[in-house]
């Protein structure tokens, strides 16, 4: 069985960091696209970034590109994401996903893992 489990979200001021982890089990690692989506209140589920099995390719939501950044440890089972410049928009619940793909992509959508989120508030 597949889980994926957050880690360090919490209260950051605007134009802070933080860094978010997601420790992986039950699942072939490398063999998994990873990525990030968010949910803030009263809003819908939104991709943040993603990146492909080996680390080579990423994608980014325009709203996070050039603050936020997704990195692998594939010895560690664990992945990143490093954000940067935060802004009160950014408050959410971050959620860890996977998928099992054949090629060395980053999608954006048809994830089948999902973890139970981590909270992620920026205040002003």
């Known amino acids: 069985q597949v889980q994926l489990a957050e880690s360090g979200g919490g209260l950051v001021q605007v134009g802070g960091s933080l860094r978010l982890s997601c420790t992986a089990s039950?699942?072939?690692?490398?063999?998994?696209?990873m990525g990030w989506f968010r949910q803030a209140p009263g809003q819908e589920r939104e991709f943040v970034a993603a990146i492909s099995r080996t680390g080579g390719n990423t994608a980014y939501a325009d709203s996070v590109m050039g603050r936020f950044t997704v990195t692998r440890d594939n010895a560690k089972n664990i992945l990143y994401l490093q954000m940067n410049s935060l802004k009160p928009e950014d408050t959410a619940i971050y959620y860890c996903?996977?998928?099992?793909?054949?090629?060395?992509?980053?999608?954006?959508?048809?994830?089948?893992?999902w973890g139970q989120g981590t909270q992620v508030t920026v205040s002003s």
């Open positions: 039950g699942l072939i690692f490398s063999n998994d696209a």
């Open positions: 996903v996977s998928t099992w793909h054949v090629s060395d992509q980053a999608p954006r959508e048809g994830y089948d893992n």
